[in-house]
């Protein structure tokens, strides 16, 4: 569903300001750089202010009507002069630049506005950044770029000097929580998928999601098998943890879950037990929290942040586990 100028103003608001500014005293940048977690609006938006500067009638001088042929041809993804870019497989192919650039040489189909906006920008090549610096040095007046991406550090400073940079805000868990009742997700659920995304969509499928079930479980349980003994809990990597956490985005959801009930663990200690998320397991959690000290949970949690790093900078995550597991079970 296509989110109004409204409804987006709530979730961005710092965002929808300068945008607004940007519009009514036509100051359009000719690029921006829009950086922030999954889920935070950043394609949405991206779009809007599309629809905006194609609008035939604007409301209040910056709104796009959402009624126009041009509002509802962007809404529906086809529009001659938008053009959206995104990886192909891993990464964003100078084949995929040189090709925008070769459109863009063309005359704008039904104005000389055209936009493009290029997805998970973090990951064009080497070659490809290279292209697009080179279209962002010599830009026609009647073109704006839009550059989304969760990772702006892996982005040639180049590129990022030539953008304007809209920095996407998270969203509180607490209104997540609130949408995602609504949206019939029983209430003992919601904190923890609130926790994990700022997307509606993405929490609301990983609600109905087998793996994702079977994820918190193996997580649940390696926490007290590593109160037992480590030789056991790396018997328990084996058999269950590597057999359920395979791509990487996966090993990041186990770090993200087994984190999260180190978090709890923390929050019972500190006797603010209304903010755990593993809500439907509290009286365990509380009795764990009983066997360990403050002390140890941020360390354990330090080493879980350490552990991510690691697989970030693509370690093994077999040996990265192993080691995390050792970690873990230091002052035990």
Known sequence: MVKTWDQLE???????????????????????????????GKKEIALLLTRALFCQSRIDGYKPCEACHNCRRIQSGNHPDVHLVEPDGQSIKVDQIR?????????????????????????????ASNS????LEEPNAETTAF?????????????LSRCQTLSFQPLPPQ?????????GVEPKKA????????????ALALNVDEWFAQAQKIVVKLYEVLEKNHLEALVMLQTE??????????????LDLLLLIFKDLLYIQLDKEEQIVFKGESDRLKQFALRTSGRRLTAQMSAILDANKKLSANMNPQLMMEQLVLKLQEGS
Not at 191 to 202: R, V
């Open 132 to 135: 697009l610096l080179k279209f």
């Open 191 to 202: 904190p923890l998928l609130a926790q994990l995304t700022n997307s509606l969509d993405e």
């Open 175 to 183: 209104k997540l929580v609130k949408q995602l009742i609504e949206n």
């Open 10 to 40: 709530e979730l961005q608001p710092a965002v929808l300001r300068m945008l607004k500014n940007s519009i009514v005293k036509n100051r359009v940048a000719h690029a921006y750089l829009l950086e922030g977690q999954r889920g935070t």
């Open 147 to 159: 550059l989304l991406t969760e990772q702006p550090q892996q982005m040639l400073p180049t590129i």
């Open 241 to 254: 943890w590597f057999q359920h956490f395979k791509e990487k985005e996966q090993q990041y959801r186990g």
């Open 99 to 127: 090709a925008l650039q070769a459109e863009f040489s063309k005359k704008g189909v039904e104005s000389l506005r055209k936009v493009y906006l290029l997805v998970h920008a973090d990951k064009m090549s080497i070659s």
